[in-house]
């Protein structure tokens, strides 16, 4: 069983960081790629970073690109999403989600597992 729990929300002004954390707390991860993504109020869920498997693969959107970075840490089960410069068009309830296979996708319904969700609130 794999249970996501995501942590390090909160409130920051513009310009500011964060970093999320995404703990699984049943099986391990190892052999799924991991995914962040965000939903703004009134708008669908989008992808924001993926990691695969081995943790030496990484995609952004374009949106992120420059600012946020993706990682993990397979002894701590642990993915974390490390945000920079945040804007207030960033804010989001921010998602971690596992996914069926190896390598990272875009496509939600790739996700199988997530978790409940973080909010971020940027503040201009």
């Known amino acids: 069983q794999v249970q996501l729990v995501e942590s390090g929300g909160g409130l920051v002004q513009a310009g500011g960081s964060l970093r999320l954390s995404c703990a699984n707390s049943g099986r391990t991860f190892s052999h799924r790629a991991m995914g962040w993504f965000r939903q703004a109020p009134g708008k669908e869920r989008e992808f924001v970073a993926g990691i695969n498997w081995k943790g030496d693969s990484t995609s952004y959107a374009d949106s992120v690109k420059g600012r946020f970075t993706i990682s993990g840490d397979s002894a701590k089960n642990t993915v974390y999403l490390q945000m920079n410069s945040l804007q207030p068009e960033d804010t989001a309830i921010y998602y971690c989600?596992?996914?069926?296979?190896?390598?990272?996708?875009?496509?939600?319904?790739?996700?199988?597992?997530w978790g409940q969700g973080t909010q971020v609130t940027v503040s201009s």
């Open positions: 989600a596992a996914s069926s296979g190896l390598y990272v996708t875009t496509t939600l319904r790739t996700y199988v597992y």
